[in-house]
């Protein structure tokens, strides 16, 4: 919304031209391709990673926000309105400042959300609980533990694709406390950081094992549940700063 106004700085006459075909492309056509491309990136932002996301309230956010974009990108009532003839032409200057307006208020509403003390905890809670339980309550200690045994003695990390929709079903859980045990009991940041931690920790130790020397990188890696071995590299790289060829010859030494 704020690139349209300048528009009629940076082109000058042609801004004002009596070229219909020019008006419509500078007035109309730049104008939409703009939000719409805004919009489209916005939205892409805020559903990119929901699924794994274990903070209730982030989650919610998420939903929030795209909610309020599909809305509040009003494209659909500015642009589609117009060329449909169903907003008259005068209200179509009074509507787009509208929701200029709005978009500021939230924006302002943002960036005074980011000056909360807590907000680091908010945007990336760290795993600072090294795996310690929180609250000592009883049931919430057999569920994280029936959670620990479904990973370390089930292994259903070594599924592909493995969701935390899944996961839930499996444990007969529902999904948002199962997220919580995991955030606020496990200590890890979100759900692909959980199958991280136990995928790579298998491949270390399959790295390790002299016995085990001869089989494949990818192989290790797709057993762990990975699936490809792209992701599986990056995430090796993260934790470890070296490849696994390079994990593999130092353990081997």
Partial sequence: LFLE??????????????DTSIKVLVNEMIPACLQLTMSSIAMYWAAKGR?????????????????????????????????????????????????LVVQVLILFLIVLGFMRKDIVGYLDPTKSTSGILLDRD?????????????LESEKV?????????????????????????????????NFNTLLHHYRLA????????VGQNTTPVLTLALSAGYQ????????????????????????QQ
């Fill in 5 to 18: 106004e300048p528009l009629g700085w940076i082109l000058g006459e042609v801004w004002t031209s009596n």
């Fill in 51 to 99: 699924h794994v996301d274990l903070v209730e309230q982030r989650r919610t956010t998420r939903t929030v926000m795209m909610l309020v974009l599909v809305g509040i990108v009003s494209l659909v009532v500015e642009r589609v309105g117009f060329f449909s003839g169903q907003t008259p032409f005068f209200l179509m200057y009074p509507i787009h400042m509208s929701i």
């Fill in 138 to 150: 009883d049931t919430q200690h057999i569920e994280v533990e029936r959670i620990r045994h479904a």
């Fill in 157 to 189: 990390y070594r599924q592909m694709g493995l969701s935390v929709h899944q996961l839930a079903e499996h444990l007969a859980l529902p999904q948002y406390r199962l997220r919580n045990l995991i955030h606020n009991h496990m200590g890890f940041r």
């Fill in 202 to 209: 298998e491949v270390c130790e399959a790295l390790a094992d």
């Fill in 228 to 251: 490809s071995i792209a992701p599986f590299n990056r995430a090796f790289r993260q934790q470890h700063g070296i490849t696994p060829t390079q994990y593999r010859q130092g353990k």
